[in-house]
C-alpha cells in the first residue's frame, strides 16, 4: 500500500492499471474503521490491484474533481478510467471485496478466495451492538480491564447518531445533536482501549459456544456475550412499501429531511417519534400532512402541543395507509379512512414513517427466552435465559426505552461481569 500526493496522481493511479484509491481524513471514525479492512485486502488483492491512499484535505482540489465529498471515500480505476462505483461512509468488507471481484477474472477471483485464511481472537467479553448501552457496557468492562471486544454492523452510535436533537441526557443543559452524544461516547469508550470491529457482516452467532464469525473468515471467541442490538423501525407491510423503501419513503428524518426542502410530505404515525420528527422535518418542508389510526395523537402533551402550534402541519386522524405507488416525481399515498371504509389518494414528495420498533434478534430468536413481543427476558443483572449471555438496552424486555435506561443497562452488565470474570 503506497501514500500518494496529487503531484503522483497520473503516475500511480491513472497509468497504474488497476487501481482502489482511499481518500482518507484524520480524526475520522469511519476512516479509522475502514483503513485495517483496506490493509488486509491489500495484501490479498495486491498483486492484481493497486491500493493508494491519500490524505484528503491536503488534496482537496484533486478529491473535489473526482467527486469526493466525505471522507473515506473509496475509488477505483481500471487503466486511467474512473469505474463507476464509489463507496462511502461506513464502508463494509464485503462491500469492497464485491467491487474488487468485479475488476477480475472469475478464475483469479476463485485463487484469491481460497488464499483467505480463517482467523480466531479470543476475548473475555464480546458486545453484540455499539450503541448507548453496548458502548456503556465497553467503557466500564474497559475501566475495569476487561478485555472487550464491540462489534457491530455499522458504524457505533446506535440510534442516537441519527437522532436530530437530544434534549432529555443528563449532563447537558442545551440541547445536544445525536452525532455528537453518539460520537462522544464512542470516543470515551474507544479511547479507554475497547477493541472494535465495526461496519462488519455479521454471518453467523452461536450463544452456546460463544462465538461469532465476522465477514465470513474471523471467529471472535469470548467467555461472555452481551446483545446490545437495539431495534429497528417496524414497516408497514403494504404494498408498495418495499419497493420505494429509500426511493421515496424513509424511516430517518435526520438522514432524508434535508432533501425536502419546500415540498410537501406525508408522515405516518402519532407516537412521540412520529411527532417529534415531524417538527424536524418541518424545518424543511413546506407541508406536511400527518396520517394516524387513532382518533388522538399519543404523544406526550408537550410534543403535541409543539405540533398544534404549528402552521404547516395537519393530521388525518382514524386514517391507515393501503398502498404506496409513485407517479412521475410524486409519491401516492391511499389510506383508508377507518370510520367509513373510503379510500382516499393523498399526492406528496416523499413519505416518513414512524409506527414503532421491533428488536433486532434475527440471529438468535429462538435461542434465549423472549416477552410476548419479541424482547429478550433478562433478568436485574441482565442475564439472558442462557448462562453467560447478558443483554442490554432497546433490544430487551421492558418498560422504557431511552438512551438513559440503555446506559444503564449496559452499566449493571459491565458490572455484574466484571465480578463474575474475577
Ligand atoms: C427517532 C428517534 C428519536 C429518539 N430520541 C430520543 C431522545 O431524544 N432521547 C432518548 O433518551 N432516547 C431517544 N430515542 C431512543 C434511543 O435512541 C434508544 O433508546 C437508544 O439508542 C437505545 O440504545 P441501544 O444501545 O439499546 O440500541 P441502539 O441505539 O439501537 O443501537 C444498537 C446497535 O446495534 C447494532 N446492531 C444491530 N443488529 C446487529 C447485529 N446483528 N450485530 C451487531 N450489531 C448489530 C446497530 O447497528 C446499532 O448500532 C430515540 C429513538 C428514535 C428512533
Given at each position: 500500500?503506497?501514500?500518494i500526493t496529487?503531484?503522483?496522481?497520473?503516475?500511480?493511479?491513472l497509468?497504474?492499471?488497476?487501481?482502489?484509491?482511499?481518500?482518507y481524513?484524520?480524526?475520522?471514525?469511519?476512516?479509522e474503521?475502514?483503513?485495517p479492512?483496506?490493509e488486509?485486502?491489500?495484501?490479498?488483492y495486491?498483486?492484481d490491484?493497486?491500493?493508494?491512499?491519500?490524505?484528503r484535505?491536503?488534496?482537496k482540489p484533486l478529491?473535489e474533481s473526482?467527486?469526493v465529498?466525505?471522507?473515506?471515500t473509496?475509488?477505483?480505476?481500471d487503466n486511467?478510467?474512473q469505474?463507476p462505483?464509489t463507496?462511502t461512509?461506513?464502508?463494509?468488507?464485503?462491500?469492497?471485496i464485491h467491487q474488487?471481484d468485479?475488476?477480475?477474472?472469475k478464475?483469479?477471483v476463485?485463487?484469491?478466495?481460497?488464499a483467505i485464511?480463517?482467523?480466531?481472537s479470543?476475548?473475555?467479553?464480546?458486545i453484540l451492538?455499539?450503541g448507548?448501552?453496548?458502548?456503556?457496557?465497553?467503557?466500564?468492562l474497559?475501566q475495569?480491564k476487561?478485555?472487550?471486544?464491540l462489534?457491530?454492523?455499522a458504524l457505533?452510535?446506535?440510534q442516537?447518531?441519527?437522532?436530530?436533537e437530544v434534549?432529555?441526557?443528563?449532563g447537558f443543559i442545551d440541547?445536544?445533536?445525536?452525532?455528537m452524544?453518539?460520537?462522544n461516547?464512542s470516543?470515551?469508550?474507544?479511547q479507554?482501549g475497547?477493541i472494535y470491529?465495526?461496519a462488519?457482516?455479521?454471518?453467523?452467532?452461536?450463544l452456546?459456544?460463544?462465538e461469532?464469525?465476522?465477514?465470513?473468515?474471523e471467529?471472535?471467541?469470548a467467555?461472555?456475550i452481551?446483545i446490545?442490538?437495539?431495534t429497528?423501525?417496524n414497516l408497514m407491510?403494504v404494498?408498495?412499501?418495499k419497493?420505494?423503501?429509500g426511493?421515496g419513503?424513509?424511516?430517518?428524518?435526520?438522514?432524508?429531511a434535508?432533501y425536502?426542502?419546500?415540498?410537501e410530505?406525508?408522515?405516518?404515525g402519532?407516537?412521540?417519534?412520529?411527532?417529534?420528527?415531524?417538527?424536524?422535518?418541518?424545518?424543511?418542508a413546506?407541508?406536511i400532512?400527518?396520517?394516524?389510526?387513532f382518533?388522538?395523537?399519543t404523544?406526550?402533551?408537550?410534543?403535541?402541543?409543539?405540533?398544534?402550534a404549528?402552521p404547516?402541519?395537519s393530521?388525518?386522524?382514524?386514517?391507515?395507509p393501503?398502498s404506496?405507488v409513485?407517479?412521475g416525481?410524486?409519491?401516492?399515498?391511499?389510506?383508508?379512512?377507518?370510520k367509513?371504509?373510503?379510500i382516499?389518494?393523498?399526492?406528496?414528495?416523499g413519505?416518513?414513517v414512524?409506527?414503532?420498533?421491533?428488536?433486532n434478534i434475527?440471529?438468535?430468536?429462538?435461542k434465549l427466552e423472549l416477552?410476548?413481543?419479541g424482547?429478550?427476558k433478562t433478568?436485574?443483572?441482565?442475564?439472558?435465559?442462557?448462562p453467560?449471555i447478558?443483554a442490554?438496552?432497546d433490544?430487551?424486555?421492558?418498560?422504557y426505552?431511552?438512551?438513559?435506561?440503555?446506559v444503564?443497562?449496559?452499566?449493571?452488565?459491565a458490572?455484574?461481569?466484571?465480578?463474575e470474570?474475577?
Amino acid at each position: 500500500m503506497q501514500e500518494i500526493t496529487t503531484a503522483e496522481f497520473e503516475q500511480h493511479v491513472l497509468r497504474g492499471g488497476k487501481v482502489v484509491l482511499d481518500f482518507y481524513s484524520t480524526e475520522c471514525p469511519p476512516c479509522e474503521a475502514v483503513a485495517p479492512k483496506f490493509e488486509g485486502l491489500a495484501a490479498l488483492y495486491g498483486k492484481d490491484i493497486k491500493f493508494v491512499k491519500m490524505f484528503r484535505q491536503q488534496n482537496k482540489p484533486l478529491a473535489e474533481s473526482l467527486g469526493v465529498r466525505s471522507s473515506p471515500t473509496l475509488l477505483f480505476f481500471d487503466n486511467g478510467v474512473q469505474l463507476p462505483i464509489t463507496l462511502t461512509g461506513g464502508i463494509k468488507r464485503s462491500d469492497i471485496i464485491h467491487q474488487l471481484d468485479s475488476m477480475l477474472s472469475k478464475e483469479r477471483v476463485l485463487e484469491i478466495k481460497k488464499a483467505i485464511k480463517p482467523t480466531v481472537s479470543e476475548f473475555d467479553v464480546l458486545i453484540l451492538g455499539a450503541g448507548p448501552g453496548g458502548l456503556t457496557a465497553g467503557l466500564y468492562l474497559c475501566q475495569a480491564k476487561v478485555n472487550t471486544v464491540l462489534i457491530d454492523i455499522a458504524l457505533p452510535g446506535g440510534q442516537v447518531s441519527t437522532t436530530h436533537e437530544v434534549s432529555n441526557y443528563p449532563g447537558f443543559i442545551d440541547p445536544q445533536p445525536g452525532y455528537m452524544l453518539s460520537h462522544n461516547m464512542s470516543e470515551q469508550t474507544k479511547q479507554c482501549g475497547t477493541i472494535y470491529k465495526v461496519a462488519v457482516d455479521v454471518t453467523k452467532i452461536d450463544l452456546e459456544k460463544k462465538e461469532v464469525v465476522i465477514d465470513e473468515f474471523e471467529t471472535v471467541r469470548a467467555k461472555k456475550i452481551i446483545i446490545a442490538t437495539g431495534t429497528s423501525p417496524n414497516l408497514m407491510g403494504v404494498p408498495g412499501e418495499k419497493e420505494l423503501k429509500g426511493k421515496g419513503i424513509s424511516y430517518c428524518a435526520t438522514c432524508d429531511a434535508k432533501y425536502y426542502g419546500d415540498k410537501e410530505v406525508v408522515v405516518i404515525g402519532g407516537g412521540n417519534s412520529a411527532v417529534e420528527e415531524a417538527d424536524f422535518i418541518s424545518r424543511f418542508a413546506s407541508k406536511i400532512t400527518m396520517v394516524h389510526q387513532f382518533d388522538a395523537l399519543t404523544a406526550n402533551k408537550q410534543a403535541q402541543e409543539k405540533l398544534f402550534a404549528n402552521p404547516k402541519t395537519s393530521i388525518l386522524f382514524s386514517h391507515e395507509p393501503r398502498s404506496f405507488v409513485r407517479e412521475g416525481d410524486k409519491m401516492i399515498t391511499e389510506v383508508e379512512d377507518l370510520k367509513t371504509n373510503t379510500i382516499s389518494k393523498l399526492a406528496s414528495d416523499g413519505v416518513f414513517v414512524f409506527i414503532g420498533m421491533k428488536p433486532n434478534i434475527d440471529l438468535f430468536r429462538n435461542k434465549l427466552e423472549l416477552d410476548q413481543w419479541g424482547y429478550i427476558k433478562t433478568n436485574e443483572d441482565m442475564q439472558t435465559s442462557m448462562p453467560g449471555i447478558y443483554a442490554v438496552g432497546d433490544v430487551i424486555s421492558k418498560k422504557y426505552r431511552q438512551i438513559t435506561t440503555a446506559v444503564a443497562d449496559g452499566t449493571i452488565a459491565a458490572i455484574a461481569i466484571a465480578k463474575e470474570l474475577n
